[in-house]
């Protein structure tokens, strides 16, 4: 079993910025990929950014490149997603999450909220 810690969210307005921060526990060492995924009211939940081990190789949704940097410290278990740039649309709950080679771990959620 892997157990997040999730933090950052918060209320923002447009062309600000915030940190996401996510603390695994448990069975970190089976841990391959982490990332955010978020869903947005009435929307289905989608990936934001992910990263394998140590943060050799990322991937982002192409709404948030040139926006989003994540980071994944392996010492600390930790992933993190700095958003810059922020805009109403990406208003959403925020998951963090891992995976393994037999299931996903998914985060709590913490909630994002871009408005003036």
């Known amino acids: 079993q892997v157990q997040f810690v999730e933090s950052g969210g918060g209320l923002v307005q447009p062309g600000g910025s915030l940190r996401l921060s996510c603390a695994a526990s448990?069975?970190?060492?089976?841990?391959?990929?982490m990332g955010w995924y978020r869903q947005a009211p009435g929307k289905q939940r989608e990936l934001v950014a992910s990263?394998?081990?140590?943060?050799?190789?990322?991937a982002y949704a192409d709404f948030v490149k040139g926006r989003f940097t994540i980071a994944r410290d392996n010492a600390k278990n930790t992933v993190y997603l700095q958003m810059n740039s922020l805009k109403p649309e990406d208003t959403a709950v925020y998951y963090c999450?891992?995976?393994?080679?037999?299931?996903?771990?998914w985060g709590q959620g913490t909630q994002v909220t871009v408005s003036s």
């Open positions: 999450y891992a995976n393994t080679l037999a299931v996903t771990y």
């Open positions: 448990g069975s970190t060492l089976s841990i391959n990929r």
């Open positions: 990263a394998t081990s140590g943060g050799r190789t990322t």
